[in-house]
């Protein structure tokens, strides 16, 4: 995935062009037996074509309550959000984004090729479409020669790479990942941070990303969401000065060095916040 | 030069490997066989404790004493026992499937023709019932709320005294044969499909559910593509146990004075004649008939489960 390859179509110059998603005092309260619980909080946030943001906190902050919101898996109590202009649930109708997991979520009575074309098949796409969006989603996670075989037969980073490509199969605009590398080894992040980006660059889509760790969120964004819990709200927003291209050493840098302090600076602040409140 | 504890080391690897010896299967079937084994010598012994008195008695009457020795020997053989002695039911069963021509109204394979149609039939509407109530639980709160308590209430009825009522209302009404008999099977089956797949059916993980909606499907494509698949562990978990009630069902509905076919019948008119031996006959027929069927829905679970990759 990491090897340079003609764009699949003009990536944007400016990162802030057209808002893809906004948000405008978005709140989302739980009502549990413990009485409320406020998972977001006053959420101003505007995303734009093609922009790569990460979401990061400590757990409880609304990181993902706030992607769900996006993806109309979970509603807003108050406050405005949009997704391409429409309600979260008209760009859920209308396809708007792929979701990616935590874990892979890939059935086991289906081949990797099968698995991908689920929701193509949900979504009425016919069957020589269906093959060609498959081969190419499928090459571009670079998992081509892996298309017959069953999920138990690939490794676990092989087997995200596979709901990855499952995602992207149906040419959606935005790709929504809650930690998606959560759960693999960190040799096996480092590759596939290196091979989102790769394909982030090639395909332009806008994405959102949740994760909890430092280096991974600076790596990979344009801009990096920094967030803290009880009321779950944004602390800072960074945008990176980072260049585009962006080899894995670019980690040794005193760039990233200082990006990723201000990032724990934030966190800490949010922290430190909750501790006096 | 060399370690000691090298050839003690040698010495206990093959001392385990002796112990191995049977292999998995051979150690598998040993606390079966023992099992089988303690069962038979109690049989035996409460044979003889059981049919002693009548032997006593008939000597009794002739007037002639008996050893100990002679009693044992008698309580073997009696025509119409109290209890049989295993060999005594084995000869039965043995008879009953090899020594009659098959359309012979002593034949048991005859019988377990009648009694097995009757509870294929019976597992297959019942099940399919199950299966069908189950999806609109799954897909309604209404149903989940009125269905369920009635579905529990249905099994708490005696089917001992609803069989005949079946049978005779049906009959009344010039329906007779396997359809009153597969209806009282499928009353007892329905139930244990019907909980394990309202389970099943909601067993897929709430992200997998989240990931359907992600992609706009309907409650008919999530059904077809996540719920359907998922369940089936627990279809088939059911399934066994809906076939064994569906027989128990078949057998039950075969009791009701009148019928003349079918291991129930056989069961009743042994009963109605002291023929002990026929009824153990055909109880054993009817058991290992159900253990069969059992076996071979595990075996479609088997191969199923393990070309799906659900296989544990």
Same mark, same amino acid.
């Not at chain 2, 009457?61 to 050893?67: D, K, L, M, S």
């Not at chain 2, 002679?70 to 009696?78: D, H, I, N, P, Y």
């Not at chain 2, 119409?80 to 060999?87: D, G, K």
């Given at each position: ?15 802030t ?15 549990t037996?413990?009485g ?20 990061i ?22 406050g405005?959000l ?6 979260p649930? /008209?760009?859920r ?10 874990a ?6 289906r ?8 929701p193509?098949e ?5 069957? $020589?479409d ?73 395909t332009?889509?806008t ?6 760790s ?14 803290? #819990?009880?009321p ?5 927003v960074?945008e990176?000065?980072l ?14 060095a ?12 949010g ?7 | ?23 998995? $299967? ?6 079966v ?24 008695d ?11 020795g ?9 025509e ?5 002695? #295993?060999?005594q ?6 008879d ?16 377990g023709?009648?009694?097995?149609s009757?509870? %294929?039939?019976?597992f $297959?509407l ?16 209404v ?6 308590p ?7 009825v005696?089917i001992l ?16 044969? %396997?359809?009153p ?18 389970k099943?059916?909601?067993a ?18 999530v ?6 698949p ?6 088939f978990?059911?399934?066994?146990v ?33 023929q002990?031996?026929q ?12 253990? /069969? ?20």
């Open positions: 995935m990491n090897r340079p390859r003609p764009a699949l179509r003009p990536v944007p110059a400016a990162a062009a057209a808002p893809v998603i906004e948000a405008r005092g978005v709140s989302l309260t739980f009502p037996a413990d409320p619980v406020h998972a977001l909080k006053d959420v101003n946030l505007t995303i734009g074509q093609g922009e790569f943001v990460s979401f906190g400590p757990s409880g902050c609304g990181k993902t309550t706030f992607l769900r919101a996006i993806a109309a898996l979970e509603s807003p109590t108050s405005q949009t997704v391409n202009g429409m309600t649930d /008209a760009a109708r209308a396809r708007a984004y792929g979701y990616v997991f935590q892979p979520g890939l059935y086991p009575w081949t990797i090729a099968g698995n991908v074309s689920l193509l949900i979504m009425g796409f016919d069957r $020589a269906r093959q060609q969006r498959i081969a190419r989603v499928l090459e571009l996670v670079e998992l081509s020669q892996f298309a017959g075989r069953y999920p138990w037969q690939l490794s676990g980073g092989m087997q995200q790479r596979a709901s990855i490509a499952r995602a992207l199969a149906f040419d959606a605009d935005i790709l929504l990942m809650d930690e998606p590398f959560g759960a693999l080894d960190e040799i096996v992040r480092d590759r596939l941070n290196e091979a989102l980006r790769a394909l982030w660059a090639r332009g889509k994405i959102g990303f949740v994760t909890h430092i280096p991974e969120a600076v790596y990979l964004s344009t801009r990096i969401v920094v967030m803290s #819990p009880r779950g709200r944004i602390t800072d960074i990176s000065p260049p585009r291209d962006r080899p894995l050493e670019i980690r040794d840098s005193k760039e990233f200082e990006i990723s302090h201000r990032v724990r600076e934030g966190l800490r602040a922290h430190s916040d909750h501790g006096d409140a | 030069m060399h370690d000691p504890a090298v050839p003690t080391g040698i010495v206990a690897a093959s001392a385990a490997r002796r112990g191995r010896g049977l292999g998995k $299967a051979g150690r598998a079937i040993m606390p066989l023992a099992v089988l084994g303690a069962i038979v010598v109690a049989w035996y012994l409460a044979a003889v404790w059981m049919n002693a008195p009548w032997v006593r008939q000597a009794a009457r002739a007037g002639e004493t008996v050893t100990a002679q009693v044992v020997r008698a309580t073997m053989a009696q119409r026992p109290v209890l049989p002695a #295993p060999h039911v084995a000869a039965g069963l043995w009953g499937v090899t020594g009659q021509k098959i359309t012979s109204k002593r034949s048991l394979v005859w019988h023709w009648i009694t097995l009757a509870t %294929l039939a019976g $297959a019942g099940s399919a019932a199950g299966i069908l109530l189950a999806v609109g639980i799954v897909h309604s709160r149903m989940d709320l009125s269905i369920m009635w579905a529990v209430a249905s099994q708490t005696p005294a609803i069989a005949p009522m079946v049978i005779v209302v049906l009959a009344s009404m010039g329906v007779t044969g %396997l359809l008999k597969a209806l009282i099977s499928a009353w007892l089956s329905f139930f244990p499909v019907l909980v394990g797949m309202v099943g059916l909601r897929p993980d709430p992200m997998q559910f989240d990931l359907m909606r992600s992609w706009n499907a309907g409650g008919g494509q059904l077809r593509h996540l719920r359907l998922s369940s089936l562990p627990w279809l978990a059911s399934l066994k809906a076939i064994a009630a569906a027989l128990v069902g078949t057998i039950v509905g075969e009791l009701p004075a009148g019928a003349t076919q079918g291991l129930g019948a056989r069961l009743l008119s042994g009963s109605y004649y002291g002990t031996i009824i153990w006959s055909a109880l054993f027929a009817a058991a290992i008939l159900a253990a /069969a069927l059992v076996w071979l829905i595990g075996a479609i679970e088997r191969v199923t489960l393990r070309r799906m990759g659900l296989a544990r």
